[in-house]
């Protein structure tokens, strides 16, 4: 399977701004967005079991469009200790606000809370391109391992072999040299 650091040329994700309604209620419009490459991220390959879903909710605030962005998305991926196929859910939810002058945002309450991001759309823009930033909101909640089990007991260090099936018998616990010339000396 090929792998993807960025997102597929054919995802469009625009948000028609004249759709978004002026009295401040809300606009949404749902992606289902197939991905047929892994992507590459932590090192490692997520491969999709899925399309990914995308939720987008814009509406006005203060002559901006405020949007959030919900993605769900299943991936397998090895577990960190045995290496099984291993299925994760992911769940993204960020915030964008988006200036519509093509300024850049100057201080404001909006920007201050810290969780939202403020980005400057250009005036003549008819829409917003929501892919970048379903993109960041799937990335960001990637999971750097996982592990098929709580309890998974990993693969032998000695012989590779998977402790979940059973003991392979292997003595994996160094006894200390010194301790062994003592016990010889106590028989
Ligand atoms: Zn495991
Ligand atoms: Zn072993």
Request: charged letters at 30%; a negative charge.
């Amino acid at each position: 399977m090929n792998t993807v650091s960025l997102p597929p040329d054919e995802w469009r994700c625009g948000i028609l701004i004249s759709r978004v309604p002026k009295d401040g209620t809300a606009y949404s419009e749902s992606f289902s967005l197939p991905l047929d490459a892994a992507i590459s991220h932590w090192g490692q390959e997520y491969i999709p079991a899925e399309p990914i879903h995308a939720d987008i909710e814009a509406s006005y605030v203060n002559e901006r469009i405020l949007a959030r962005v919900i993605c769900r998305a299943e991936f397998t991926l090895p577990c960190s200790r045995c290496l099984a196929e291993t299925r994760v859910a992911i769940f993204g939810d960020l915030r964008y606000l988006f200036t519509l002058s093509g300024e850049a945002p100057e201080d404001d309450d909006e920007a201050d809370d810290g969780d939202v991001d403020v980005i400057p759309v250009d005036a003549f823009e008819s829409e917003i391109e929501m892919t970048p930033y379903i993109w960041e909101a799937l990335l960001l909640n990637l999971p750097e391992r996982a592990l098929c089990s709580e309890n998974c007991k990993g693969l032998c260090h000695i012989c590779g072999y998977d402790k979940n099936i059973g003991d392979c018998g292997c003595k994996e616990d160094n006894p200390d040299p010194r301790l062994a010339v003592l016990r010889d000396l106590m028989e």
